[in-house]
C-alpha cells in the first residue's frame, strides 16, 4: 500500500527567530519514499539539513519577521501489515546491553525513573519479563489514563500523569516508556504519522501521534499505551528518550503558532 502524509504548520513571528526543525521522515523509513519527501517554507528561506545524537533529521533555518509556513509531503510505501507482535521476546539483563542503550533506561526530562521505580516494581514485579512485562505495562496505562485534548500540558511529566490519569498520546507513552526502564527494559519515545488506516475514523482532527518502542529480543518493538492494538501504516519521523528530544519545531525567540494541519492517508499505488 502506499501513504500520502504531509503537513503544513505556520507560525508568526516579531523579529527574524532561528529555528529547529524535526519534520522530516525517519532515515529508517528513506527508502520507502515514492519520489521525494519534499519540505518548502512561505516565504522561501534556505534550511540547512542535519542529523542529531539519535540519528535523527534536523532542519535549520531563519524565519524572517512576520512569521514563516512550512509545508511537507510525501508518499511512502508500506507493508500494510499492523505493528509485530512478538510474545516470545525475551527481556536483555541490562549487563548485556550495548552501552549505546543504557541512556534509555536513564531517567530524562519528561520520565522519572527515580519517582515511579517502587511503583512499578509493586505492580509488574511479578509479571513474567520481556514482552509480557511490556504488554502489562501497556495495559496498565491504557486502562489507566483519560484520553484528552483538553488534558495537554506542555510540561507534564510521567510522574503527573501517573497521579492525573489523564492526557495526550505522548503522556500515554512517556508513563508507559517510564515504567519500563524502571523494570530494566530500555525504552524510547517515538513520534510520527498515524492515519486512520484500517479503522473506522476518529472524531479529531489529524495530528502527528506518539508511541514508544521497547528493546526486546535484540531489537526495537512498537507499543502504543494509547491504543493498545496493532496498527497500519506508522510512519515514523524521529526517536528520543522522551518528547524533549524529538520536538517538531523549536523556536529561538518568540513566536506563535498560527496553523496546524496534518494528513496521513492510505492512496491507490
Known amino acids: 500500500m502506499e ?7 505556520s507560525y508568526q513571528a516579531a523579529q527574524p527567530t ?6 522530516s521522515i525517519h532515515p529508517s523509513r528513506r527508502a520507502d519514499i515514492v519520489g521525494a519527501e519534499t519540505i518548502v517554507t512561505e516565504p522561501d528561506v534556505k534550511i540547512g539539513y542535519y542529523r542529531d545524537s539519535f540519528g535523527n533529521i534536523c532542519g535549520r533555518l531563519v524565519a524572517p519577521a512576520g512569521g514563516i509556513t512550512l ?13 509485530k507482535v512478538m510474545p516470545s521476546a525475551q527481556q536483555t539483563p541490562i549487563e548485556s546491553l550495548p552501552d549505546e542503550l ?19 516494581w509493586s505492580l509488574f514485579g ?21 484520553f484528552g485534548y483538553e488534558h495537554a500540558h506542555a510540561m507534564k511529566s510521567a510522574f503527573d500523569v501517573y497521579e492525573q490519569k489523564s492526557g495526550v498520546c505522548r503522556d500515554f507513552a512517556h508513563l508507559a516508556l517510564t515504567l519500563c526502564r524502571c523494570m ?4 524510547r519515545y517515538c513520534t510520527g504519522y498515524m492515519g486512520d488506516i484500517g479503522i473506522p475514523p476518529v472524531p479529531f482532527p489529524m495530528d502527528f501521534s506518539g508511541w514508544f518502542e521497547a528493546y526486546l529480543g535484540g531489537e526495537w518493538l ?3 499505551a494509547r491504543h493498545n492494538v496493532p496498527r497500519i501504516g506508522r510512519i515514523l519521523m524521529a526517536t528520543g528518550r522522551d518528547a524533549a528530544d524529538v520536538a ?15 494528513i496521513s492517508e492510505e492512496v491507490a499505488a
Open 3 to 9: 501513504i500520502k502524509v504531509g503537513f503544513e504548520i
Open 126 to 146: 511479578s509479571v513474567n519479563g520481556g514482552w509480557d512485562r511490556v504488554a502489562a505495562i501497556t495495559e496498565f496505562v491504557h486502562q489507566r489514563i483519560i
Open 184 to 187: 530494566g527494559i530500555p525504552a
Open 102 to 120: 543504557l541512556l534509555y533506561l536513564m531517567p530524562s526530562r519528561y520520565c522519572e525513573t527515580d519517582k515511579l521505580t517502587d511503583i512499578a
Open 222 to 224: 512498537t507499543f502504543d
Open 248 to 262: 517538531l519545531t523549536t523556536s529561538f525567540g518568540r513566536m506563535e503558532l498560527k496553523t496546524f494541519v496534518v
Open 18 to 23: 532561528p529555528m529547529v526543525m524535526m519534520l
Open 71 to 83: 509545508r511537507g509531503s510525501a508518499r511512502v510505501r508500506d507493508s500494510g501489515l499492523p505493528d
